[in-house]
């Protein structure tokens, strides 16, 4: 369930390469949050729980404007998460970092060298279990494991989270695959 948070000079991107862009990171974050135990990237009751926020706002480094954007991506996961913070992670954090860098570069437009990628800088949350909150509660990390693996058992509290996100982005109740098992 990972909140991403896309802070970028105003005007830096049009409307639909912001929307293409915060698909884009959602997709990476879910596809790496989880790893190696699951890629939830195009899994429609997990996108419904990753927001992307993108703020536009007057940004200064070393007190001056740039002649070019800069970016900072927060992305914000559940202590815990195997791909990004459990045991043996670095790589996955290492992994997640690169590849967010390369989607906001690629959005703008420029090539993902390392000058240019001065300009992104990703900075990574963990929130700890008892923390996370949403459908107007506390979610714990057990929760959104079984809400993330599809668990529960109809009319439970996780049933109710899963069906209530899947309305609320206006997804079909009864289509709870993954884009993969449709084909």
Not at 106 to 130: D, F, K
Not at 164 to 183: C, F, H, K, N, V
Request: proline fraction near 5%.
């Amino acid at each position: 369930m990972p909140m991403i948070e896309l802070t970028t000079t105003k005007g830096a991107l049009d409307q639909a390469v912001k929307q293409r862009l915060a698909a884009e990171l959602s997709t990476i974050v879910l596809e790496l949050e989880a790893a190696p135990l699951a890629d939830f990237g195009d899994v429609e009751h997990m996108q419904a729980l990753t927001w992307c926020f993108i703020n536009e706002q007057e940004v200064f480094v070393g007190g001056r404007s740039l002649a070019k954007p800069v970016y900072r991506v927060t992305v914000t996961i559940p202590e815990g998460a195997p791909g990004v913070f459990g045991p043996m992670a670095a790589r996955g954090r290492d992994k997640l970092v690169k590849r967010v860098t390369a989607a906001v570069l690629a959005a703008e437009g420029s090539e993902n060298t390392m000058v240019e990628a001065h300009r992104v800088w990703v900075q990574l949350r963990q929130i700890t279990n008892g923390h996370w909150a949403g459908f107007g509660e506390i979610v714990t990390l057990p929760e959104l494991a079984s809400y993330g693996f599809n668990k529960g058992e109809p009319g439970s509290k996780i049933d109710r989270m899963r069906r209530a996100a899947l309305e609320s982005i206006g997804a079909a109740a009864s289509d709870r695959t993954t884009p993969a098992q449709r084909r």
